[in-house]
């Protein structure tokens, strides 16, 4: 990649160590060590947590983040392609991560490797260590079932659903819209003043949503019952600290109920002490304002699915209850456990 005439400088690495005698046996051991601050011929200089060290290029890769591949792939190819080629990896995830998908794939691999006539394959070392693996799967039997969960979306109990709690909410509404309080909400707004364009694009999807989606046809305003959603947009010259806080001030009886602010995506490689992001987000917090952050790439590339789930998030973050699970009645504590799985929804325990 150096030779390509990437910039290395300040990407985070991996450090590739091959284990003596499995060369071309087993894959490299590979330990993230921090990232790249100077290059000297084929050598680098890798800020890590033990301080700075140096490493030959060809023992480092690239930190495979999304990030980063992005990064390479406009290089290599041009910010369109790269834009293309992930989206369409982001279309196919939920296939690529299908569970019943993966689970086959698994089971072809291990009857190739470790089929030998039916029987299980033995496997021993010169100290005679040895073990067995076969290719059929282990069966379990203390295993549980785990049902759909039950989405209420009324007091009464009376409107649910048992598949995907977007579904209610498009049919039923929010479980507390009856009583919600902040039916017309005052949402500050803040972006660049280059991406002022893409951004009220972006809101204006938001609040009133994608006609063609199926989850988030109605948008904002409609899918969770509100009366109208007032988006009072503010620019600031530069992504600099001082121009955010100039925008927001000490607000008295007038502070907004939400703050919706883009910021570039930049701002995940700046240290914590130097990031805007957190002092931003501790300003408002003190002015007791629920904020909702996104992206510069996330205001020009939104889909339904990341306008839906910044739909819920705000609605939550105003104080609103979307949906419940029914409960029983006991005198132990209940811990209801929510597994978020890229591309295939949400999983309840």
């Known amino acids: 990649m150096h030779a390509e005439g990437y910039n290395l400088i300040g990407v985070e690495v991996l450090y590739a160590e091959t284990l003596p005698g499995l060369d071309n046996i087993l894959a490299p051991n590979e330990e993230f060590v921090g990232e790249i601050i100077e290059i000297t011929g084929k050598k680098a200089v890798v800020n890590t947590n033990e301080g700075e060290k140096e490493y030959s290029l060809n023992e480092l890769f690239i930190r495979k983040t999304k990030h980063n591949i992005r990064n390479y792939l406009t290089f290599a190819t041009s910010q369109q392609k790269s834009d293309e080629v992930l989206s369409v990896i982001e279309r196919k995830r939920s296939d690529i991560y299908n569970p019943k998908k993966l689970y086959k794939e698994i089971a072809n691999i291990a009857k190739a490797l470790f089929n030998d006539k039916g029987s299980p394959i033995l496997f021993q070392n ?52 009856s009583i919600f309080d902040i039916k017309s909400p005052n949402v500050l707004c803040i972006c660049n003043k280059t991406t002022r364009g893409s951004f009220t694009k972006f809101l204006s999807n938001l609040k009133e949503g994608l006609p063609q989606s199926k989850y988030f046809q109605k948008g904002l305003q409609k ?25 927001i001030r000490d607000y008295d009886d007038n502070k907004p ?4 602010i883009e910021i570039p995506e930049n701002f995940k490689l700046l240290k914590d002490e130097d990031n805007p ?42 104080g609103g209850t979307p949906w419940v699970l029914p409960t029983q009645r006991s005198v132990d504590r209940e811990l209801v456990i929510v597994l978020v799985i890229a591309g295939l929804g949400k999983i309840n325990m």
């Not at 899918?223 to 925008?247: A, R």
């Not at 109920?257 to 919706?260: E, P, Q």
């Not at 002092?279 to 790439?297: G, N, W, Y």
């Open 257 to 260: 109920h939400l703050a919706i």
């Open 126 to 177: 010169k100290e005679g260590f040895c073990f067995t693996v076969d290719s059929n799967p282990l069966v379990v039997s203390n295993t549980i079932e785990l049902k759909n969960p039950t989405f209420i979306f009324d007091p009464a109990a009376i409107k649910t659903t048992n598949t995907n709690p977007h579904n209610g909410l498009n049919n039923f509404g929010p479980y507390d819209s």
């Open 223 to 247: 899918k969770y019952d509100l009366h109208n959603v007032t988006f009072n947009i503010k620019e600031v010259q530069n992504n600099m600290l001082s121009d955010y806080l100039m925008v």
């Open 277 to 318: 992001y957190y002092q931003i987000k501790a300003k408002l917090l003190a002015l007791e304002i629920p904020v909702q952050f996104v992206t510069s790439r996330i205001v020009n590339n939104h889909n339904e699915y990341i306008l839906n789930n910044i739909g819920l998030q705000i609605y939550a973050k105003l």
